[in-house]
């Protein structure tokens, strides 16, 4: 028996899409717990003065979190 996720992704590799707190490009996805998760990155802003810390622009959202952008 194969239990997965029933539906196609909503959103696709380098597509442009809108979230509550900003835009980004999604980067992958991958079905998690019957729904598809996210990899988004936010485009980076100039750089600060203490330099970059690391990823700090690419979050996991779910699929319910995204809107096109």
């Known amino acids: 028996m194969c239990i997965g996720v029933s539906k196609l992704p909503k959103f696709r590799?380098?597509?442009?899409v809108s979230f509550?707190?900003?835009e980004g490009i999604v980067k992958s996805y991958k079905p998690?717990?019957?729904n598809w998760t996210y990899l988004i990155e936010m485009a980076l802003g100039l750089e600060p003065d203490f330099g970059r810390v690391g990823a700090e622009t690419m979050l996991f959202l779910n699929e319910a979190d995204l809107r096109t952008a």
Do not use: K, M, R, Y
């Open 13 to 16: 590799h380098a597509q442009l």
């Open 20 to 22: 509550v707190g900003g």
């Open 32 to 34: 998690e717990s019957g």
